[in-house]
């Protein structure tokens, strides 16, 4: 097709440069002909550019978009973590009233959520110092790993971090002091470090072995892009 164009093109030119010494002012009727058969490569070019720079799917959206995805991927992952812990034996949550999830006693540890100052909590250390930062890069990918910017993903962590404390929690124990700050500052930390590491192992392409780790460090990837280096989505 370009040899084509190239044939084309010099014709084109020839036949400019004859009518010129014939016609005169007549051989500017070639120049529109010249002018479209050097427009279609550049546009070609152009359009190839643009589908290489696309790294993510849904980067075109707006913010607002990308924030009501990622927080629908946020409430199932909270969701799913709620339902570990209402299971979990109290050793792991530090939950030991039986009557915990009574709704009178929810009501009343809402209103202290509320109205006093959160806490040092005394939960295990992997809790508090694994589990959480592991958290918080979570929400953090879901914008980030739609080509969403560093700001928005650190706030789209610190709100989901929040929205954790206060209301998936906020009704069987107080916020916790650890917790409001470790979440969204050591979990935008690690989520900025399992991206680029994400990025690095797609460069030439997922091994098997690559997409088992990256289901494990950054699943919020996964479930925006999942393995493919082209797959494109407006």
């Not at 359009?47 to 707006?62: A, G, I, P, Y």
């Not at 560093?150 to 789209?156: A, F, G, N, P, T």
Request: proline content about 5%; overall charge positive; aromatic content about 14%.
């Amino acid at each position: 097709m370009n040899s084509i164009r190239l044939t084309v093109l010099i014709a084109a030119l020839l036949f400019a440069a004859v009518s010129t010494n014939v016609h005169g002012q007549d051989s500017l009727q070639v120049l529109p002909i010249v002018e479209d058969t050097l427009r279609l490569p550049l546009q070609e070019l152009t359009d190839s550019n643009k589908h290489f720079n696309q790294q993510f799917n849904f980067e075109n959206r707006s913010f607002g978009n990308k924030f009501l995805r990622g927080t629908g991927y946020s409430f199932l992952f909270s969701l799913s973590i709620g339902m570990y812990l209402v299971v979990a034996p109290p050793e792991i949550t530090q939950w030991y009233a039986e009557n915990k999830f009574k709704l009178p006693v929810l009501q009343k540890q809402y209103r202290k959520t509320f109205t006093t100052p959160p806490v040092i909590d005394h939960d295990l250390w992997v809790v508090n110092y694994i589990g959480h930062p592991y958290q918080g890069s979570y929400y953090y990918n879901t914008i980030r790993s739609q080509g969403g910017t560093l700001l928005q993903s650190s706030l789209h962590n610190l709100f989901q971090s929040l929205f954790w404390e206060y209301v998936w929690e906020g009704g069987v124990e107080q916020p916790s002091i650890q917790d409001i700050i470790v979440t969204p500052i050591a979990g935008s930390l690690v989520g900025e470090l399992t991206h680029k590491a994400t990025l690095s192992m797609r460069k030439n392409g997922f091994r098997w072995y690559e997409k088992v780790a990256v289901c494990l460090i950054n699943p919020a990837y996964v479930l925006n892009n999942g393995f493919s280096l082209t797959k494109r989505r407006k």
